[in-house]
């Protein structure tokens, strides 16, 4: 496989609308990543790690290991360490003893949950979703009502009616989802059209619903061969995203390496689309494969709150618990025309570039845009239009509006997923989350203070000081702040300390009385 003639560079830009998409999986034991890589570039990025995987969704076919008719309730196996907790209100009919037991159940009062046990047995077959995880000492939650949720909509298996969200208050705008769904939707499912389908067209509903029958078809199909206790369906596992959201025709290759993670994608797509096989493929060179197309070095720019453009501006993105922020910034390009055109052409970079970073970070929420000003309308309307253009591709909704009065572009994100950010790292322990950390002049004057502070219980007594090597540097080039102590202290470097701390030790005991006097 000659991989450098399918790889652009990271900062070529295509002109054609169609975009060759490739798809590329790196398989680990402890973690799975996915790559979505537009004209060689990567674009966006879900990573599924073992320790932090989420069972709420999830649905198992499991084995009733006990009936308590006095609590209304009952344990389910469900192949976890705990034994999972239905009630009784939460049974359905529909998937007890699934594909085994054809005989009808005699009519129930709903209300008398004693009557649970002759619902079900020990031993017996049950098909279930996760409602609520396990928490402390507790199994999980479970409810017999099965559902498949996409974007859009929301497939139940066992109910018959359209139901929309409360949250699409416009009556013509049920009205007008209502009569659509009512045109594609098979009588022997039910549906729930969720808020992110507001001003969704026709093709977009009907092309997810498609999706989520064949999601259930496998799901059934699973059922059927499985032995209990085992998971049918990961609501969050990327297997399942890959299949039913990320490959379809617009994808020119898909690329695993992993030679069973590869045969169980073409297994399931066998059911679901077989004339995209063709396009999956099985990588077997030695080099690894995020190597190999270059991935791991554009995942390391993540981490990056300033891009730089080909054409030397650049881009700053920060990141808030209100909104983010995004400024762009000439830099050393300073055009062969005029100032206008040299402005136009870096916001025309950026606003590609920004598109592309909001989908590869999931930026999501608000996102206020301080493109470089322009004073020539239609060269602002190019540019909008550049950003509208490369978010059309996003599968998260968005909406971005006109300049406001100041210059500023503000748009609107839905959260997909877990950001990378959050996926890849942790809050810094030294900055809190400021990007920045304490100087080493106010470190000194912290250490100078503590010494004022303590001048009493110090004295006729010795004191060693332990701090980071480059603050005791900082500390030798300004001693004379200390020179009313020099007799008294002993001031000694740590490389484990941090430069925004330091310890005091009472000698000869070594006794830690930093705290007494901070």
């Not at 209300?111 to 999980?140: F, T």
């Not at 929420?365 to 550049?386: H, R, S």
């Not at 877990?418 to 809190?432: G, K, M, Q, R, Y």
């Amino acid at each position: 496989m000659n991989q450098s003639r399918s790889h652009k560079t990271e900062h070529s830009y295509s002109k054609r609308d169609k975009y060759i998409t490739e798809i590329i999986v790196n398989v680990h034991p402890l973690e799975k990543r996915v790559a979505v890589l537009e004209d060689g570039r990567l674009v966006e990025l879900f990573v599924e790690r073992k320790d932090k995987q989420n069972i709420v969704g999830n649905i198992y076919k499991g084995i009733v290991k006990d009936v308590l008719p006095g609590m209304g309730a009952a344990f389910i196996d469900i192949g976890l360490e705990r034994t999972a907790f239905l009630h009784y209100s939460d049974i359905v009919m529909d998937f007890l003893d699934i594909y085994e037991n054809e005989t009808p159940h005699p009519r129930l009062n709903p209300k008398d949950s004693s009557q649970i046990g002759n619902l079900l047995k020990p031993g017996q077959e049950i098909v279930v979703q996760v409602h609520k995880g396990p928490l402390g000492s507790k199994g999980a939650r479970l409810t017999g009502q099965i559902s498949v949720p996409g974007k859009y909509l929301v497939l139940f298996p066992n109910k018959h009616k359209i139901a929309i969200s409360r949250k699409i208050y416009n009556p013509n705008e049920r009205y007008r989802i209502r009569n659509i769904i009512s045109n594609f939707k098979d009588p022997n499912f039910g549906l729930i059209v969720r808020t992110e389908a507001e001003g969704c067209e026709e093709d977009e509903l009907r092309t997810e619903y498609e999706a989520l029958l064949k999601t259930w078809k496998l799901i059934e199909k699973k059922i059927r061969y499985h032995k209990a206790p085992v998971c049918v369906f990961e609501e969050n596992a990327l297997e399942n995203y890959l299949i039913r959201d990320l490959f379809g025709e617009n994808v020119d290759r898909l690329v695993i390496d992993d030679k069973a993670f590869a045969k169980s994608i073409i297994h399931q797509m066998e059911d679901i689309s077989p004339e995209l096989i063709h396009n999956i493929e099985i990588y077997k060179e030695d080099t690894p494969i995020f190597d190999a197309w270059g991935i791991e070095k554009k995942i390391e720019t993540i981490f990056h709150s300033r891009i730089y453009l080909p054409s030397g501006g650049n881009i700053k993105i920060e990141q808030t618990e209100a909104l983010v922020a995004v400024d762009i910034n000439t830099g050393s390009f300073t055009g062969k025309t005029n100032y206008e055109e040299t402005i136009k052409k870096t916001n025309l970079e950026a606003a590609a570039e920004i598109a592309r970073q909001i989908r590869l970070r999931d930026l999501s929420g608000v996102i206020i845009i301080d493109f470089i000003d322009m004073a020539n309308e239609q060269n602002k309307q190019e540019v909008l239009e550049m950003l509208r253009k490369n978010l059309r591709r996003d599968r998260a909704k968005n909406k971005v509006y006109n300049f406001t009065e100041l210059g500023l572009v503000e748009m609107t994100r839905k959260r997909m997923r877990t950001s990378l950010i959050a996926n890849f790292s942790d809050p810094c322990p030294l900055c809190h989350g400021s990007g920045r950390i304490v100087s080493k002049d106010t470190m000194l004057m912290r250490i100078y203070r503590w010494l004022n502070r303590s001048e009493y219980f110090i004295k006729d007594r010795k004191l060693r000081i332990i701090v980071h090597p480059e603050l005791l540097e900082h500390i030798q080039n300004n001693y004379e702040y200390f020179t009313a102590y020099k007799d008294q202290i002993e001031i000694v470097s740590d490389p484990e300390m941090r430069t925004d701390q330091f310890k005091v030790l009472l000698l000869p005991d070594l006794e830690d009385i930093t705290a007494k006097f901070s």
